[in-house]
């Protein structure tokens, strides 16, 4: 099992999060400032990071930019006791990979840890294309480093799991994909959801995206087994 470093100083959370993954078969790490755990970081080499914003010195975004401009790529999920756009906004412009706002269930928190590694598993494999930083198809153009989607130029609000499931079409495109797959990779946590929140998902993504949601140029329908993303390059 993967190696995660939880760094929180928040004991409670610290020691309910570890107990939890420690359940679940993984080996914990853990540090209660940034200085340690940007050090457990380098000496340790955990497969993924747990990180709350507010940390005593060195701050959570502080602790995020270090790794990044240093080229450590482990996938970051960032916690925060704040529900504000804005720090959400600054964790995934910093290069975090997903966000949970306290108070939370651990079984999510675990949840979405097993979702990020499987994503990393899957994309070194080599059976996804790597995302470029931007991408533009028809009048839509998505930045994937700052999480923005615009058409026409005018900004498009997409939530955190319609983004999500663009990305992995996106990664996925001239791809079939089954509608359970994509509960797996996109959902994952949320087990008691049935493939019609998929379609509902998808098609809120074509009103926002498609010129004629009805007739899809981009998110294809594959009747009886699900979705393909398609571009000029892929048809």
């Known amino acids: 099992m993967a190696r995660i470093l939880i760094v929180e100083d928040d004991r409670a959370v610290r020691l309910g999060l570890t107990a939890t993954f420690q359940e679940e078969g993984y080996t914990v790490l853990e540090a209660d400032s940034g ?3 940007l050090r457990k970081i380098r000496q340790e080499a955990p497969e993924v990071v747990i990180l709350d914003v507010m940390l005593p010195g060195m ?6 930019k270090k790794m990044r401009d ?3 790529l482990i996938p970051v999920l960032m916690l925060t006791a704040r529900d504000d756009a804005t720090d959400k906004v600054l964790g995934l412009e910093l290069g975090a990979d997903d966000y949970v706002t306290k108070p939370f269930n651990p079984r999510e928190i675990v949840a979405r840890i097993k979702a990020l590694l499987r994503r990393v598993q899957y994309q ?10 931007r991408l533009t198809f028809g009048n839509v153009t998505v930045d994937f480093d700052r999480h923005e989607v615009r058409k026409n130029g005018q900004p498009v609000e997409l939530s955190h799991r319609e983004f999500r499931l663009l990305e992995y079409l996106i990664e996925n495109r001239g791809r079939l994909i089954t509608r359970e797959r994509l509960l797996e990779d996109v959902w994952d946590y949320d087990s008691y959801l049935t493939t019609r929140t998929v379609d509902n998902h998808i098609m809120r993504l074509r009103k926002k995206l498609e010129d004629e949601p009805e007739s899809p140029r981009f998110i294809k329908t594959v009747r009886g087994y699900g979705y ?5 390059e892929d048809e």
């Open 59 to 64: 701050s959570g975004f502080e602790l995020l």
């Open 35 to 37: 200085e340690e755990g």
């Open 124 to 133: 070194r494999s080599g059976t996804a294309r790597p995302l470029q930083p």
């Open 70 to 72: 240093q080229q450590i």
């Open 228 to 232: 393909k993303f398609v571009t000029n």
